[in-house]
């Protein structure tokens, strides 16, 4: 185990891996909880359904999710900047955590413009 997360340690040091470092430099998932590459699927069933659905039915549909995101511009996304500055979800509800909006924003750094 050990062993494999030196190994993902070292890709991320050789090319430009997956982050798996959050804003503040805090080390945040271990690397074998983050995917490859992140799908679409993935950020909407781990983090939009969960913390946001509950308000918002349209984390149900892709088009509605892309309309507030800027592709390759996570800090000039309206979804993604609402969740960092810890309004969405709004409060008594914990803020969407380091690792994930980490996630988020691996996401739509990915998308093509
Ligand atoms: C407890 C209810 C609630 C939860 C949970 C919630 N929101 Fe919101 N959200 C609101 C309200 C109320 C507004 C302001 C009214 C509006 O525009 O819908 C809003 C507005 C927004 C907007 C701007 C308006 C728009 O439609 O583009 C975005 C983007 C947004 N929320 C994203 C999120 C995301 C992402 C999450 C999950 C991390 C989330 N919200 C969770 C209640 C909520």
């Given at each position: ?17 997956p ?6 430099g ?57 969740m ?30």
């Amino acid at each position: 185990m050990r062993f494999l997360s030196l190994i993902f340690l070292f890709s991320c040091v050789a090319e430009k891996g997956p982050l798996t470092y959050s804003l503040d430099g805090q080390r945040v998932l271990p690397a074998t909880d983050r995917p490859e590459v992140v799908t679409f699927e993935y950020i909407q069933e781990k983090i939009l359904v969960p913390k946001c659905l509950e308000c918002h039915a349209w984390v149900n549909e892709p088009n509605e999710v892309n309309r507030r995101i800027t592709p390759g511009a996570p800090d000039s996304s309206r979804l993604f900047r609402l969740m960092v500055n810890g309004r969405m979800p709004p409060r008594p509800a914990a803020p969407v955590e380091t690792s994930e909006l980490e996630i988020m924003r691996d996401y739509i750094n990915q998308l093509t413009r």
